[in-house]
């Protein structure tokens, strides 16, 4: 069974038992193809989303401290560094890689 979880501003989730990614300013479109991604995934995520517009940067650094990757849309503002990941146009490649290294670990 399928356990991710779409997080949103100012939510935190404190079981840590999923991947857990912080995705800033994706697009309603990268979100939609998310969502399907998240509800066919053999991993179980926790996706924080994050928006330039929250302006809670003590929230976004609470949720990135121990995220396994971080996410930015390349047309953001918002500056994470140095783990911070800008993307174009790939989001869901990167927790494809993410879901294969899970299933690789378990076998």
Known sequence: MNNSR?????????????????????????????????QTSRANFDVYLYTGESYDLEWLNYVSTDAELILINKCSQ?????????????????FEQIEQASIDRTM
Not at 14 to 35: F, H, P
Not at 78 to 94: A, N
């Open 78 to 94: 918002v500056k994470i560094t140095p783990s911070g990941i800008r993307y174009q146009k790939d989001l869901i490649d990167y």
């Open 6 to 38: 779409l997080i949103t501003y100012p939510s935190i989730v404190e079981d840590g038992s999923n991947q857990k990614v912080v995705v800033i300013d994706a697009t309603g479109q990268e979100l939609g193809q998310l969502e399907r991604f998240l």
